[in-house]
């Protein structure tokens, strides 16, 4: 044997499927941990009814939107309709109702469930309709979007000239 040999040993009787069981339990284990974990960090899932354009909604941004939420047996709790379009901080509404905001454009129309633990879970709104732990579903149209900031520094300009601020 040269100094360039390098010895080998015979592989043991079943090795081989062994390296491949392994092989394959690994890719198992990761495809299990990516479902779990994206089940998680999924949240609200939005149906898109008509696509908007335009960039995402980020949780910086504020938003005027026409909306309808309703309970599992079809009760309505809550409608912008007859009220005119409602503007809320994508920030500054409960956790599950932020992540849906922070999936859809200017323009959309979009549909989602909001399960019980991403919205009021067992503290609903006293004096309203919705019981403890319920699941909310939403219609939502965004109307316009425009960043947190802009609309404070327009609402700033706006109060010392005696206007609103627009979104």
């Known amino acids: ?3 360039s040999q390098v010895p080998l ?17 690994l890719i198992a284990a990761g495809v299990l941990l990516a479902w779990a974990g994206a089940g998680e960090s999924a949240g609200v899932r939005v149906k898109t009814i008509a696509a908007g354009s335009g960039p995402i909604i980020t949780a910086a941004d504020g938003v005027l939107i ?9 009760t309505v709790f809550d409608t912008s309709e007859g009220r005119g379009p409602a503007f809320f901080p994508v920030g500054g509404v409960v956790p599950g109702f932020s992540q849906a905001l922070q999936k859809m454009q200017k323009g959309g129309r979009y549909e989602f469930t909001l399960p019980s633990e991403l919205g009021y879970g ?41 206007g609103q601020p627009e979104l």
């Not at 026409?66 to 079809?74: F, M, N, R």
């Open 66 to 74: 026409e909306y309808e939420g309703k309970l599992d047996d079809g």
């Open 9 to 25: 040993r015979p592989l043991q009787r079943g090795a081989v499927a062994k390296l491949w069981l392994g092989i394959l339990l």
């Open 1 to 3: 044997m040269s100094v």
């Open 122 to 162: 067992e503290t609903p709104p006293p004096g309203s309709p919705i019981p403890p732990n319920a699941d909310l579903h939403f219609t939502v149209r965004v109307l316009e979007v425009a960043p947190m900031d802009q609309i404070m520094r327009g609402a700033q300009g706006a109060s010392g000239a005696g």
